[in-house]
């Protein structure tokens, strides 16, 4: 016959464990609670869940080592809708080396979202962007990666306006 353990659970790493003088456990903002002792405890704590039985969903693995024909990349689609995204935020932009970076993750994290509304299912997106004042100056960026060359893709797109350069490169990397 097993015994029943305490079932664990995880508190904050910076979370604050109170007692008052009836052994009662609370968590909470310590702000409001001016009458109750503080005890910094690990970030580790057993409490004991009688009545709780709380079971974890488990799914099993589908092996699919490729995608189905309905979630391949549409590279056309994706290219049309990331250069719209690029021309709409710099329809306006005018390059400022102070707001320059702010700028292009917001670009950046805007296209990638575009890109995951898109739904392509288990494919991992990653999107790189840079940003330059244009001053007839030349710049080569260049990529290696090691991928499956079958479902794996990229694409580049670069823009150019009278005061700056931007160039956004998005992996779409098929997970298994």
Known sequence: MMAHLPKTITLPHNS????NSEHHHEIGNHE???????????????????GHNHHRIRYENTYRMEPNNEHKLDLVQIRRVATSTIEAAILNYEYNPEQATK???LLAEQI???MKQLHFPR?????????GQNKGQDLRMVSKC???SKWD???????ETFNDFITVTIFFIYTE
């Open 112 to 114: 990638r979202s575009r």
């Open 146 to 148: 090691i991928w499956n």
């Open 32 to 50: 409001n609670h001016s009458h109750v002792r503080q005890h910094r405890q690990s970030s580790r704590y057993s409490f004991y869940h009688h």
């Open 103 to 105: 700028f292009i993750e």
């Open 16 to 19: 604050v464990l109170f007692s």
């Open 153 to 159: 893709r990229h694409i580049t797109i670069t823009k």
């Open 123 to 131: 494919y991992k997106i990653i999107t790189q962007a840079s940003i």
